[in-house]
């Protein structure tokens, strides 16, 4: 499969039942995570960010304090593709894993 596809809307609507607590917002791939600590925050967005160049995909993300907010969208296609859910697949595994 493409992963720099935008993907249907069947194949979207059944990634957002993969993913517990992600939304769309503003055509975005949306998610709040909140930590123990501001260094758990940092910890697991310095996970996700080896993750992110790995795949050359990287997210839109703020932190304040033990909250991430996080937003996927493949910005040349300006869509959703199956980019943005492998990589909000690894945030969630390892979310789970801290």
């Known amino acids: ?27 975005k791939l949306h998610k709040q995570y909140k930590f123990g600590s501001f260094a758990e925050a940092m910890g697991w967005m310095t996970m996700v960010a080896i993750y992110a160049d790995k795949i050359d995909h990287h997210p839109e993300w703020s932190n304040v304090y033990n909250r991430v907010t996080v937003d996927l969208i493949t910005h040349d296609l300006y869509a959703v593709s199956a ?12 979310h789970r894993g801290r």
């Not at 943005?84 to 697949?89: E, S, V, Y």
Request: hydrophobic share 45%.
């Open 1 to 27: 499969m493409n992963e720099r596809r935008k993907l249907t809307e069947d194949e979207l609507r059944k990634g957002l039942d993969e993913l517990v607590g992600w939304d769309l917002l503003d055509g």
């Open 83 to 94: 980019l943005d859910l492998l990589l909000a697949r690894q945030m969630e595994f390892l």
